[in-house]
């Protein structure tokens, strides 16, 4: 997860200086870097992607417990296993599907010349680390008393 953390303050850290640069061309020397704005739309989902993972790991997920709170543990445990068995699920499908819609794009960028398949390939990497997240949690809720 450290390497998660930490990629994703890289991610952020130069998309922060690649705007201040573009800004400082775009402005100060009144010559704007075109590929600027493509490569910071592509660090964003990035960042997205990944921060909803971590976001998974430490349980930061917007959610309504005013119930649940009122519940006994047995309880809680259950419907915390059935609801990252439904997440893994859903994780399930958005690997798939990101994967199908990695390997099959023809498309490329719109100013940088790459393939647009490792742009989308990241909802494929970012599902298979949430699928790990949530595995992790059902091991934990199925095999060890809090």
Known sequence: MKLTVNLCAIILSFMTALIIISVFFRYALNNSIMWSAELTRYLMVFLSMFGA??????????GLSILYDKLSIQCQRLI???RYTLLFLFSCLLA???FKFAVTTEATGEILPISM???HSI??????LMMLILLSKIQKLLFYKK
Do not use: Q, S, T, V
């Not at 993972?53 to 917007?62: G, S, T, V, W």
């Not at 909802?123 to 298979?128: S, V």
């Open 53 to 62: 993972a971590l976001a998974l790991r430490n349980d930061e997920h917007i």
């Open 80 to 82: 915390d296993i059935f």
């Open 96 to 98: 798939y599907e990101g």
């Open 117 to 119: 398949k490792y742009p």
């Open 123 to 128: 909802m494929f990497f970012a599902a298979l």
